[in-house]
């Protein structure tokens, strides 16, 4: 009888390493996700201000169509930073 308690303490005991090795391996890949994802973010961010700064200087468009098409792309950059995360 003394032996079958110590075996099932052992067997809890990896049962619940298992458990906690998972829920880490799962914790460090949305970390991943959410740095990749603010990354995207970022980079967007700063895509539209050199594009809208370009706009503006070759006179193409009205002040509006460059905020405008600046909103866009920020816009589309969020759509794809959630993308990765979720």
């Known amino acids: 009888m003394h032996h079958f308690s110590e075996v099932m303490k052992e067997t ?7 458990f906690l090795c998972a829920f880490a391996a799962h914790a460090t890949e949305q970390a991943e996700q ?3 994802a603010r990354d ?3 980079d967007t961010r700063s895509q539209a201000r050199h594009d809208k700064r370009e706009c503006k200087e070759d006179d ?3 002040h509006h169509q460059c905020r405008e098409d600046k909103r866009r792309a920020k816009q589309d950059g969020r ?3 959630r ?3 979720y």
Not at 12 to 18: G, K, N, P, Y
């Open 40 to 42: 995207v973010r970022q």
């Open 79 to 81: 759509q794809k930073a």
């Open 34 to 36: 959410r740095h990749e």
């Open 60 to 62: 193409e468009k009205s």
């Open 12 to 18: 809890i005991a990896v049962v619940v390493l298992s």
């Open 83 to 85: 993308d990765i995360k």
